[in-house]
């Protein structure tokens, strides 16, 4: 059974750091890209971060400078430390796993609700 299990979301006041975890189980970790995706109220969900099996990476641009995605293989967890948080970072943080060859598997964790206010 493939299983992310979130954590580290919560309250933060702007200018905050929050470090976000994702523990993936029932897939070959290291074969899949990671990426975390938010959204906010009346809003659609976007990438946030992804980083690929080969540790490429990718940002949005609201994010670029202040937050950085990283994976630990042998933890099987992915990982995003947002710093100089602000208001508009505020949003439900998914964590997401993509495999993609001859057929394409897809799979979310359950969200995390990270909260930017003074």
């Known amino acids: 059974q493939v299983q992310l299990v979130e954590s580290g979301g919560g309250l933060v006041q702007p200018g905050g750091s929050l470090r976000l975890s994702c523990a993936a189980s029932g897939i070959i970790f290291e074969l899949y890209t990671m990426g975390w995706y938010r959204q906010a109220p009346g809003k659609e969900r976007e990438l946030v971060a992804g980083?690929?099996?080969?540790?490429?990476?990718n940002y949005a641009d609201s994010v670029k400078g202040r937050f950085t995605i990283t994976r630990d293989n042998a933890k099987n967890t992915v990982y995003l430390q947002m710093k100089s948080l602000k208001p508009e970072d505020t949003a439900v943080y998914y964590c997401?796993?993509?495999?993609?060859?001859?057929?394409?598997?897809?799979?979310w964790g359950q969200g995390t609700q990270v909260t930017v206010s003074s």
């Open positions: 980083i690929s099996s080969g540790s490429r990476t």
């Open positions: 997401n796993a993509n495999y993609r060859s001859t057929w394409t598997q897809d799979y």
